[in-house]
């Protein structure tokens, strides 16, 4: 893990982005849990579907503020 690219995992179900990666899409790791319990890691998610890349800045330029969950 790069120190400037810190978030690469879904700390909820203790599996990184290259694990869910390999999954194959957003809906299969979903449907294992992953983006849904906090939300936190959803955006980052759909960004690694998107570009394939498993590591990003927690403040990435590219991650859109309305997925982040809302209770
Ligand atoms: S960090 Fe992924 S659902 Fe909480």
Same mark, same amino acid.
């Given at each position: 893990m790069s120190? /400037?690219?810190? !978030?690469?995992?879904c700390a909820?179900?203790?599996k990184t982005f290259a694990q869910l990666k390999?999954? =194959?899409g957003l809906k299969a790791a979903?449907?294992?849990g992953a983006g849904r319990e906090c939300c936190g890691c959803l955006?980052?998610?759909?960004? !690694?579907?998107?570009? =394939?890349?498993t590591?990003?800045? !927690?403040? /990435?330029?590219r991650i859109d503020?309305? /997925?982040l969950c809302r209770d």
């Open positions: 120190s /400037d690219k810190p !978030v690469n995992m909820c179900m203790n390999e999954l =194959g979903m449907a294992l955006p980052y998610l759909k960004l !690694v579907f998107k570009t =394939g890349e590591e990003f800045a !927690v403040e /990435d330029p503020m309305k /997925d």
